[in-house]
């Protein structure tokens, strides 16, 4: 498996502050990685550090097994940042064949304005003239001008309508699909948990969490059993079993909370308990970050 991304013992500090602390991960080809974790976490800062724009204080930053500011590293990396500022005075075509020409081996312009859903008429327009989700798209184009192996997307759907953000995802998977690696950061947890296959969650500069993201959810959140009772069995009796955290019933429906669901599905049937229509729930990883941040001030 190629790495492609190495920190090792990364610290940044400001001044007076510690944006990152001591932190370590490496990410192979092909991984689609959310970078998580509250307003000032660190997140912004370690895409910084990987995008060689600021030097770490501490610690060891590569990229493709050297150091992020050489040229050969720039050619291969494409991102999209949290501030959306494009030159003004150019045309989407100009500004998007400029940076093309920096690069060994662009990416074709019908093929960017095929994945990017840039319509034909606004390829003539100023930049200027581009409204907000626009200058968004022109962003995540000029992302891809070089062809990039690496992608940085920084909260990359903040103020897309749900259209534009599926379509958006979609186009990361297919990315994704054709062997780029793809590093993003957002606050919708629901992005994260379709999309990254890999989640690295941050707390005041350090990580705290590093997994899938049923991973995460299996760790930090309860699942529940529920089922339609056959026998009238007291909720008490469920309680006293083991991998049983706790239980309810409504309208005859049986709902336990567990930290392992099929454990608890085997000793109810050990037991010889009747159920039907039993169904698993998995938490969301809403509940896990909850869970986190009741016990780690996450979030
Ligand atoms: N250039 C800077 N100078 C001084 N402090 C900074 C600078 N950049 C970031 N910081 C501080 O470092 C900490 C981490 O900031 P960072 O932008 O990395 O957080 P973040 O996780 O990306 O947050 P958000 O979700 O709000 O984008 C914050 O306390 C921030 O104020």
């Given at each position: 498996m190629e790495n492609i991304v190495r920190l090792t013992n990364v610290s940044k500090v400001f001044a007076d502050q510690?944006?990152?602390?001591?932190i370590s991960f490496s990410i192979n080809k092909g991984e689609v990685v959310a970078i998580l974790g509250a307003n000032g976490a660190g997140k912004t800062t370690t895409i910084l550090m990987m995008l060689g724009l600021v030097r770490s204080t501490d610690g060891e930053v590569m990229l493709f097994g050297t150091r992020p500011n050489q040229k050969e590293v720039k050619e291969r990396i494409g991102c999209m940042l949290q501030e959306v500022s494009v030159m003004d005075g150019l045309r989407v075509k100009e500004i998007i064949s400029l940076v093309q020409s920096y690069y060994p081996k662009p990416m074709g312009t019908a093929d960017l304005l095929a994945i990017t859903g840039f319509e034909k008429r606004d390829w003539?327009?100023?930049?200027?003239?581009?409204?907000g989700g626009q200058k968004r798209r022109l962003n995540f184009a000029l992302a891809l001008a070089g062809n990039p192996d690496l992608l940085f997307f920084d909260?990359?759907?903040?103020?897309?309508d749900i259209t534009a953000r599926k379509n958006f995802w979609d186009t990361v998977k297919s990315l994704k699909d054709s062997g780029k690696t793809i590093i993003f950061t957002t606050h919708y947890l629901q992005e994260a948990d379709e999309v990254a296959e890999r989640i690295i969650l941050f707390n005041h500069g350090s990580i705290v969490e590093d997994g899938t993201p049923t991973d995460l959810k299996n760790r930090l959140s309860s699942q529940r059993v529920s089922f339609q009772a056959v026998e009238n069995v007291s909720l008490d009796m469920y309680r006293k079993?083991?991998?049983?955290l706790e239980a309810k019933q409504v309208e005859g429906r049986v709902t336990l909370v567990t930290d392992d669901a099929d454990e608890l599905l085997n000793v109810l049937i050990a037991n010889k308990l009747s159920m039907k229509q039993i169904e698993v729930h998995q938490g969301k990883l809403e509940e896990a970050f909850s869970e986190l941040a009741a016990k780690k001030e996450v979030m």
């Open positions: 510690k944006a990152v602390d001591n003539n327009k100023r930049t200027e003239k581009l409204s909260e990359p759907t903040v103020g897309m079993l083991p991998y049983c």
